[in-house]
T-cell receptor, first 114, second 112 residues
Framework: ETGVTQTPRHLVMGMTNKKSLKCEQH?????MYWYKQSAKKPLELMFV???????ENNSVPSRFSPECPNSSHLFLHLHTLQPEDSALYLC?????????????FGPGTRLTVL | DQQVKQNSPSLSVQEGRISILNCDYT??????FLWYKKYPAEGPTFLIS?????DKNEDGRFTVFLNKSAKHLSLHIVPSQPGDSAVYFC???????????FGSGTRLLVRP
């Protein structure tokens, strides 16, 4: 595997479910990101991890809980989501956070909350 | 309020002609700008960038122009090819910020 991978690619869940999104980067980068793209809206940054430490939490509700166990893996744990949370969730990585280094994106997880 | 705006949701261009995608921003603190391209079912991929100390950056068929006084940048694709059909996102960054601010995208269709 090369680049940034995300699983699952599609997820349908009820509002009471607990699920997790997984991201893995094979680029040796030190920074990882979660973005949300809702229909007809720009990509919105949710979280940033640098060297496994969270450095940005962009006013995201607590029903979204990120986890970065090492510099190659990033998770987004989902709990009691709302239908308006249905969106494309994109993971990205870059060599460093807080720099002009290019961010490399995964293909995204299309989440539908019923 | 959106700090990075792409006012044209879509653009259709004949193959071989020039495609011009526009982007406006409101925050004068932005000092680095990027264009990403996105195909369906794939994540955005980096295309080209420009620092605020420059007004033009060229890479093959792609050129980005920056007009700081107008807070405007544009992406020119010459000549356009059908494989360029995708959604193009403009993004901006403040110095030492983690936060890449994206526009809402412009869908480009290059007709054969």
């Amino acid at each position: 595997e090369t680049g940034v991978t995300q699983t699952p690619r599609h997820l349908v869940m009820g509002m009471t479910n607990k699920k997790s999104l997984k991201c893995e980067q094979h680029l040796g980068h030190n920074a990882m990101y979660w973005y949300k793209q809702s229909a007809k809206k720009p990509l919105e940054l949710m979280f940033v991890y640098s060297l496994e430490e969270r450095v940005e939490n962009n006013s995201v509700p607590s029903r979204f809980s990120p986890e970065c166990p090492n510099s190659s893996h990033l998770f987004l744990h989902l709990h009691t989501l709302q239908p308006e949370d249905s969106a494309l969730y994109l993971c990205a990585s870059s060599p460093l956070a807080g720099s002009t280094d290019t961010q490399y994106f995964g293909p995204g997880t299309r989440l539908t909350v019923l | 309020d959106q700090q990075v705006k792409q006012n044209s949701p879509s653009l259709s261009v004949q193959e071989g002609r020039i495609s011009i995608l526009n982007c406006d921003y409101t925050n004068s603190m932005f000092d680095y700008f990027l264009w990403y391209k996105k195909y369906p079912a794939e994540g955005p991929t980096f295309l080209i960038s420009i620092s605020s100390i420059k007004d033009k950056n060229e890479d093959g068929r792609f050129t980005v122009f920056l007009n700081k006084s107008a807070k405007h940048l544009s992406l020119h694709i010459v000549p356009s090819q059908p494989g360029d059909s995708a959604v193009y996102f403009c993004a901006a960054l403040k110095d030492s910020s983690y936060k890449l601010i994206f526009g809402s995208g412009t869908r480009l269709l290059v007709r054969p």
